[in-house]
C-alpha cells in the first residue's frame, strides 16, 4: 500500500490549497485517511481525519472551519481543502491509513505517505 501526497506549495495569507492523497494498492475504503502536518521546531499534528465510509470527519481546533477533508472513490483519494489560510499553516503535511480516528487523530497508522510542503506567506 502507497499513499502519494500532493498539492502543497506556496501561498498567500488568506488563499486556499487543495491537497490529495492518493491510495495504491488498497481500496479506499478499507482505511480511515487522516492528514497530520509538522512545523519546523514543532511534533507532529493530526488535523483532520475521514472514517472509512466517509460518514464522521473530525478537524483539529486551529483548522476547523476552514479546512475540509472529503474521499473520492473514484480516484481512491482523499482530499483536504485548505482555505483562508494563515502563516501560521505553514508545514509539512502528511497523509496516513490507519485503524480509527479519535477525534482528528488518526490511530493505528499503518501507512505514511511523503510530506507535501505547504508555506503561507506574503
Known amino acids: 500500500v502507497q499513499l502519494q501526497a500532493s498539492g502543497g506549495g506556496l501561498v498567500q495569507p488568506g488563499g486556499s490549497l487543495r491537497l490529495s492523497c492518493v491510495v495504491s494498492?488498497?481500496?479506499?475504503?478499507?482505511?480511515?485517511i487522516g492528514w497530520f502536518r509538522r512545523a519546523p521546531g514543532t511534533a507532529r499534528e493530526g488535523i483532520a481525519c475521514i472514517s472509512s465510509t466517509g460518514g464522521f470527519t473530525d478537524y483539529a481546533d486551529p483548522v476547523k472551519g476552514r479546512f475540509i477533508i472529503s474521499r473520492d472513490n473514484a480516484r481512491n483519494a482523499v482530499d483536504l481543502q485548505m482555505t483562508s489560510l494563515k502563516s501560521e499553516d505553514t508545514a509539512t503535511y502528511y497523509c496516513a491509513a490507519g485503524s480509527y480516528c479519535s477525534g482528528p487523530v488518526t490511530y493505528g497508522t499503518d501507512y505514511w505517505g511523503k510530506g507535501t510542503q505547504v508555506t503561507v506567506s506574503s
Open positions: 494498492g488498497a481500496s479506499l475504503g478499507e482505511y480511515v
